[in-house]
């Protein structure tokens, strides 16, 4: 697959087109919610060798389908243990390398200047909240655990009329940010990063779906000892200190 190919394909991609002698470049295909953690684990990798992390972000369901499709990428890294799962059932993934690596926990989120008091999910229900963002709910990890959820608490029947589904967690966070919505569903990583919106209901842990970020190398990659070297180095203390700082849970 050429690099014209590729950059036009992924959007997200940046391609580093002049690399130093001996360098290489791995590709790591991520759920977005990672976006803001991975961009500052990958710097202090590229300070610490030669070699080059290009990012390419989105919605896991979409990730899994490029690499099934045969896009190029050396590292999967999933917001939930089903796309992974398929990935590893048809051989597109180093079962051998697969770990879960992080958690999350999901939040209902308003904009900063909301009047509205949410003490519960069940508040989803009151007239004046019209609508509330929601990633995919068929196919994007967030939404998958948000229904799942709602599902439990049973308040999905009542309030799936509100739900306006969009393309991943970020846009989910981006329609709070706009309001576009009253209120929506996205990761405690996610709210964190934003200085537009607040948590008003932070969904327990012990309560909610259990989130797993699995991460695994590429069976189709061609720069496997590279993967391997950074899949570690996403291991590594220094790593996970930086997870931390964006409020993942890192698993031991």
Do not use: C
Request: no cysteine.
């Amino acid at each position: 697959m050429n690099r014209a190919w590729a950059a036009l394909l992924f959007g997200s991609l940046t391609f580093a087109w002049i690399l130093p002698a001996g360098a290489e470049e791995i590709i790591v295909s991520a759920a977005a919610s990672l976006t803001d953690a991975l961009k500052e684990i990958a710097k202090s990798y590229e300070s610490k060798t030669r070699n080059k992390v290009t990012l390419n972000f989105g919605g896991s369901a979409a990730l899994a389908r490029q690499i099934v499709e045969g896009a190029p990428a050396d590292i999967f890294f999933s917001a939930d243990a089903e796309k992974m799962d398929m990935l590893e059932k048809t051989g597109r993934i180093d079962s051998a390398t697969r770990r879960d690596l992080l958690s999350n926990q999901l939040v209902l989120i308003v904009a900063l200047d909301s009047k509205l008091t949410i003490r519960s999910p069940r508040d989803l229900l009151r007239p004046e909240i019209k609508r509330a963002a929601v990633a995919e709910p068929s196919s994007v990890p967030a939404g998958i655990y948000t229904k799942k959820y709602l599902e439990a608490e049973g308040l999905w029947h009542g309030v799936r009329d509100k739900i306006v589904p969009v393309l991943d967690v970020r846009a989910a966070l981006a329609a709070v940010e706009s309001g576009n919505v009253e209120a929506g569903f996205v990761y405690k990583t996610d709210a964190a990063i934003s200085k537009k919106v607040k948590v008003a209901y932070e969904v327990p842990i012990d309560k909610g779906p259990k989130i797993a970020y699995p991460v695994a190398i590429v069976e189709a990659s061609r720069k496997k000892p590279r993967a391997r070297e950074f899949l570690q180095f996403l291991a590594d203390p220094a790593a996970s200190r930086l997870f931390q700082k964006f409020g993942f849970i890192v698993l031991p």
